[in-house]
């Protein structure tokens, strides 16, 4: 039987950081004036998606109570503000308008 450790040993994995420098790299490549720019720290994490790549906002429609503001593909900072006040008009009653972002849509 063979040892299935033996084919991933041949490959030296690269580190976090590896990957991140490399990054970097690349990336003063396509934009040279990030050469002047001083690294203070990077990121990793999840970035989570809808299939049809909108946002999930709005009421469970399984759960009454809950309310879904998540799968923004990386952009929830920018559209915080936005977000949080259509959560804001749905848990004060309000009744917006979002077909579009319906936790429904998956139900």
């Given at each position: 039987?063979?040892?299935?450790?033996?084919?991933?040993?041949?490959?030296?994995?690269?580190?976090?950081?590896?990957?991140?420098?490399?990054?970097?790299?690349?990336?003063?490549?396509i934009f040279p004036f990030l050469a002047a720019v001083?690294?203070?720290?990077?990121?990793?994490?999840?970035?989570?998606?809808?299939?049809?790549?909108?946002?999930?906002?709005?009421?469970?429609?399984?759960?009454?109570?809950?309310?879904?503001?998540?799968?923004?593909?990386?952009?929830?900072?920018?559209?915080?503000?936005?977000?949080?006040?259509?959560?804001?008009?749905?848990?004060?009653?309000?009744?917006?308008?979002?077909?579009?972002?319906?936790?429904?849509?998956?139900?």
């Open positions: 039987m063979e040892d299935p450790s033996a084919s991933s040993a041949a490959k030296p994995k690269r580190s976090r950081l590896q990957t991140r420098i490399g990054r970097v790299v690349a990336s003063r490549r001083r690294l203070m720290r990077t990121y990793c994490g999840f970035r989570p998606y809808c299939p049809d790549h909108l946002p999930v906002i709005g009421p469970d429609p399984r759960v009454p109570g809950v309310f879904h503001a998540c799968g923004h593909e990386g952009a929830g900072i920018g559209l915080a503000p936005g977000t949080g006040a259509l959560i804001s008009e749905l848990l004060t009653g309000g009744r917006p308008d979002l077909p579009a972002f319906a936790p429904a849509r998956f139900a």
